[in-house]
């Protein structure tokens, strides 16, 4: 009986679950008659039913057909492309070989709104910070106002612009949105004053966003929607490092100067 505990073990490590010995063994258990009958050969599951009926001559009925398999719609891409949701047709944006449009950055600049007479006067603020009484830029633009016939010290209107409004936040700051807040800013504040004979635009931030032009309109004048006409001038600034432009300016004030002067003759 040992023996044959052995045995078994020793099989069932090797992972054999059935065995026959070639010869009897002692002491060990009688075989089982089904162990010792040939197996019959496997037939295909299709075929078995004929082979059968061949051997009882009895003709093998047809085969049944096969089931159809059911139809799938497969969506066309074109329609997939049209109906697919916002959110999936921005995460394809970020997969890496997509083209996306770059990102403009928001531009950098400072405006102060003055008041002169009949003239406001929209200014590049070259720091950054409100003009001084002494700063070269407000010596300068003290002249150009004595030339054009009006006082010499204008009066603030309202705290400079400065753009970006914000450091941080999703809030859109591109150069539409600029333009869109500076000439809302502008109108605003000249409908809380006297009628305005002239709007000054001193520097290319003010002439962009205020005037919706370029370098190209200084020393011209502007009819600008909302805010009326407009005259353009380089920036204090740029005045001051090439003082050739002054006398295309001085020329362009004294056709442009009695938009201003010819109400108080």
């Known amino acids: 009986m040992i023996a044959e505990l052995r045995r078994r073990a020793y099989l069932s490590a090797m992972q054999v ?9 002692p002491f060990a258990a009688p075989s089982r008659p089904e162990l010792l009958a040939p197996p019959e050969p496997e037939q ?37 492309a049209r109906n697919a949701r916002p959110e999936v047709a921005e995460a394809a ?17 400072a405006l102060q709104l003055l008041r002169a007479g009949d003239c406001a006067v929209l200014v590049e603020l070259p720091t950054g910070e409100p003009l001084q009484g ?6 300068l633009l003290k002249d150009l106002l004595r030339a054009a016939g009006l006082p010499d010290s204008p009066h ?24 869109e807040f500076v000439q809302s800013f502008v109108a605003a504040r000249l409908e809380e004053q006297a009628p305005c004979a002239c709007l000054w635009l001193v520097g290319l931030p003010a002439v962009r966003f205020a005037g919706e032009a370029d370098a190209e ?9 909302g805010l009326g006409a407009a005259w353009a001038l380089p920036g204090l600034e740029l005045l001051m490092d090439e003082p050739q432009r002054k006398r295309e300016l001085w020329q362009a004030m004294r056709r442009v100067r009695q938009r201003w002067t010819s109400g108080a003759q």
């Open 156 to 179: 603030t209107i309202g705290e400079p612009v400065r753009w970006p409004l914000l450091v941080r936040g999703n809030m859109d700051q591109g150069p539409q949105a600029a333009l």
């Open 17 to 25: 679950a059935s065995w026959l010995p070639r010869v009897d063994l």
């Open 93 to 109: 944006d970020d997969k890496p070989g997509a083209t996306r449009a770059a990102a403009v950055p928001p531009p950098r600049f």
């Open 44 to 80: 295909p599951a299709d075929e078995a039913p004929t082979v059968q009926a061949l051997r009882e001559g009895v003709a093998p009925a047809p085969a049944a057909p096969a089931a159809e398999r059911p139809k799938i719609e497969v969506p066309k891409p074109a329609a997939t």
């Open 134 to 139: 002494r700063d070269p830029a407000y010596l």
């Open 217 to 225: 309109a200084y020393n011209r004048e502007l009819q600008v929607e």
